[in-house]
Nanobody, 128 residues
C-alpha cells in the first residue's frame, strides 16, 4: 500500500526558509494520474491546503502568497515544498497527501482535505 513520509520541518526564525519533503513508497507519482497536496494544521485550527500539484506537473501554491515552490524529484519519488519568508503564523504540522480523482484535481487545487488519502504522519514547523 502507498506510504508517505514527510521530513524537513524544524524550528526556524521569522524570515527564514525551510524545504519540506514527502517521500512516497509503493507509488510513482509522475505516472500515477493523480494529484498531491500539502496541507497544514495549527493547534486548534482546521487542516488547510497550502499547495497542490498534479501528475502533469502543474502546481499551485497561492495560499502561501508567492513564498513557496513545489517540485518533484522523480528519481527519488519525492515531493518537495520550499517555503520562504516564514512567519510565526506558518507554525503548524505540515502533511502531504494523495488525491486519486485526477479528473477532479487536474490543474485545480482541491483544498478539501477529506478527499485526500493516504496521508503522511506530518512534520512540525515552528517559526519563532
Amino acid at each position: 500500500h502507498v506510504q508517505l513520509v514527510e521530513s524537513g520541518g524544524g524550528l526556524v526564525q521569522a524570515g527564514g526558509s525551510l524545504k519540506l519533503s514527502c517521500v512516497a513508497s509503493q507509488f510513482t507519482f509522475s505516472s500515477s494520474r493523480s494529484c498531491m497536496g500539502w496541507f497544514r494544521q495549527a493547534p486548534g485550527k482546521d487542516r488547510e491546503g497550502v499547495a497542490h500539484i498534479d501528475s502533469d506537473g502543474k502546481w499551485n501554491a497561492e495560499s502561501l502568497k508567492g513564498r513557496s515552490t513545489i517540485s518533484t524529484d522523480d528519481a527519488n519519488n519525492t515531493l518537495d515544498l520550499q517555503i520562504d519568508s516564514l512567519q510565526p503564523e506558518d507554525t503548524a504540522v505540515y502533511y502531504c497527501a494523495v488525491l486519486s480523482q485526477f479528473n477532479h484535481c487536474r490543474g485545480v487545487f482541491v483544498g478539501i482535505w477529506q478527499r485526500y488519502a493516504p496521508w503522511g504522519q506530518g512534520t512540525q514547523v515552528t517559526v519563532s
